[in-house]
């Protein structure tokens, strides 16, 4: 387990197409650099509809689904893999709710967005969720920049 291995987690957090298309990606970096998380994974990405498909996996069924694997091929993504102590569950509260009008300002969803079909930002739910989206987007693995945890741990 990473957890016994002293390993930080490290959520899979995609800015997605509005995100690119209106400038944030420097926002965005900077809210999870600031709060003290450390970048260790960094690409410009044309998502593929089957990508998206499993990355949306347990969405299926829902109603918006099509609209949402529309608009996430509507323009380019950002893949980021950030570093650092309990940063799945601390990185979705950077984000701010699912709907953009439940997030607190101070948030990234609260301060720069009204709709939840344009909600500027993904992040991984739970660590195990982490786990296979950074295999599926970074298929090449990440390595962990933490001290003395200089090794490849995504291969
Ligand atoms: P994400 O996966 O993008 O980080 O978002 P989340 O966990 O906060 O929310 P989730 O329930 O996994 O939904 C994924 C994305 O689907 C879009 N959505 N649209 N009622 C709707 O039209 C609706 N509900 C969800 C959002 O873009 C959400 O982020």
């Known amino acids: 387990k990473l957890e016994e291995l ?12 509005d995100g690119v298309e209106r400038g944030l990606v420097g926002e965005i970096i900077k809210r999870f650099e600031s709060k003290g998380y450390k970048l260790v994974a960094l690409q410009l990405m044309h998502p593929t509809k089957e990508q998206l498909e499993e990355h949306y996996g347990d969405l299926k ?5 099509p609209k949402l694997v529309a608009y996430m ?3 380019p993504v950002v ?3 950030w570093e650092g102590k309990d940063a799945v569950k601390t990185g979705r509260k950077l984000l701010g709710e699912t709907n953009p009008l439940n997030s607190a ?10 709709d939840v079909g344009k909600n500027l930002c993904h992040g991984s739910d739970a660590v ?3 786990q296979k989206e950074i295999a599926l987007w970074f298929p090449q693995g990440v390595k962990s920049v933490a001290r003395g945890l200089d090794r490849l741990i995504y291969e």
């Not at 390993?7 to 957090?13: A, E, N, R």
């Open 6 to 17: 002293g390993v930080p987690f490290k959520p899979d957090t995609p800015v997605k197409p």
């Open 61 to 65: 069924t829902k109603s918006f689904f």
């Open 73 to 75: 091929l509507s323009g």
């Open 79 to 81: 893949g980021m893999v």
């Open 105 to 114: 300002p101070g948030t990234i969803r609260g301060d720069f967005c009204i």
């Open 128 to 130: 195990e969720s982490a």
